[in-house]
Structure formats: C-alpha cells, structure tokens
C-alpha cells in the first residue's frame, strides 16, 4: 500500500525552465510534507517543507505547494539549473500511537539538460 | 561537527550469513530509522525508534532486526531470513514533538555473493 506516490520516474527539463515535480498521498493523517534531494550513492539532503496547515512555503529558487483537498503537493524549481540533476522524493510525516514516522515516495529522476 | 555516521560504505556478505549495519549519531536526536533503497522502489522503512530500548516494525521488517542501546546508536542487522539483502541501506534520526526533517547518514551498500 503506496501511501506517498510519484508517478513520474523521470522528468528533464531545459536549464533555466522550471522543473515541477509531483507528488501525491492517500493518508489524510499525514500533516507535514517534505521534499529531499538525493545523489546517486549518497544519503538524501533534506530541501524544504510545508506543513499542512500552509498550502505554500518558498525558499529561495524552490517552492513547495500542497493541496489538501486534492492530497497532492508538486515542488517547483524556477530556474532549473544543472547541479539540480538527481532524484528527488516526496515524504510525508504522520504519528501512529505516539511514534512518528516518516513515509517516503518512489523518487522521481530529474535530469536538467543544458 | 554533527551527524549520523554510518559504516561501512560498502558490505560484501556469503550468503546464509548475518550482517550488521552500523549507524552512529551525535546531533541528540531521540528517533532514529532505517531504510532499504532499491532501484524503481524509493525507500522503504525497515525499523524505526523513538527511545532507547523501544522500537517499531516499518513497513519491510521481516528478516531485520535492530537494537536501541543508547540514544546514539542504532544497529540494524540483516539475517540469513531476508531473502534479497542486496540493497543500499540508509539510516536517518530527527528530533520527536514537531514536525523536523531528518537527516540521513551517506548509506551502507551491502551485497550478498
């Protein structure tokens, strides 16, 4: 049972585009939401968040959006620069009998081509 | 400087034979996890704690098991039971009472020949 899922594996975008990466949930008792970068044979660096009471939280060229109704949050990337390339997961925080536990997607791979 | 260590980088095992994974923190953070990466399948928890001596099953436990001695540490160990072992294994630890991210250590790639 997928309770995080992005359904694109990859996604490339032209440098200086944006790159908008999607993500959706099926548990309404997830209430922070978390993207993460991650390189290839390298643990995952924590990028930015948003709680569930926000629906956008911005930092610096990445924007993360969520929409309750629809369970479904995207991170944007405005200008898609090369470094960016890497996958990039979608994660979810809900706390079941007072542990918390942090629930991640299947990554999408993104590629920004010069 | 803090963060979470995890060694070694690279694991080679026989089969039929048990592996321990080590994972070390010092940023003072009360829960620790573990995650199996496989390709196409993101990453999947193994174990999780939230205090010393008490932890929980993740989602893929079988075959796995782990110890929480003191706050710093949290071993996973992979038996002969898990059927397919080969993977790169992550351990991360937050802080507990808010909504934190966690961080990850730089991950245990283990291989069973």
């Known amino acids: 049972d997928q309770q995080v899922k992005q359904n694109s594996p990859s996604l490339s975008v032209q440098e200086g585009r944006i790159s908008i990466l999607n993500c959706d949930y099926t548990?309404?008792?997830?209430?922070?939401f978390l993207w993460y970068k991650k390189y290839p044979a390298e643990g995952p660096t924590f990028l930015i968040s948003i709680s569930s009471i926000k629906d956008k939280n911005e930092d610096g060229r990445f924007t993360v959006f969520l929409n309750k109704s629809a369970k479904h949050l995207s991170l944007h990337i405005v200008p898609s620069q090369p470094g960016d390339s890497a996958v990039y997961f979608c994660a979810a925080i809900t706390v079941i009998q007072g542990a918390q536990k942090l629930v991640f997607g299947q990554g999408t791979r993104l590629t920004i081509n010069p | 400087d803090g963060g979470i260590t995890q060694s070694p980088k690279y694991l080679f095992r026989k089969e039929g034979q048990n592996v321990t994974l080590s994972c070390e923190q010092n940023?003072?953070?009360?829960?620790m996890y573990w995650y199996r990466q496989d390709p196409g399948q993101g990453l999947r928890l193994i174990y999780y704690?939230?205090?010393?001596?008490?932890?929980q099953k993740g989602d893929i436990a079988e075959g796995y098991s782990v110890s929480r001695e003191k706050k710093e540490s949290f071993p996973l160990t992979v038996t002969s039971a898990q059927k397919n072992p080969t993977a790169f294994y992550l351990c991360?630890?937050?802080?507990?009472?808010?909504?934190?991210?966690?961080?990850f250590g730089q991950g245990t790639r283990l291989t069973v020949v």
């Open positions: 940023l003072n953070h009360d829960a």
């Open positions: 991360a630890s937050s802080m507990l009472g808010g909504r934190t991210e966690a961080f």
């Open positions: 704690s939230q205090i010393v001596n008490d932890f």
């Open positions: 548990n309404s008792m997830f209430d922070y």
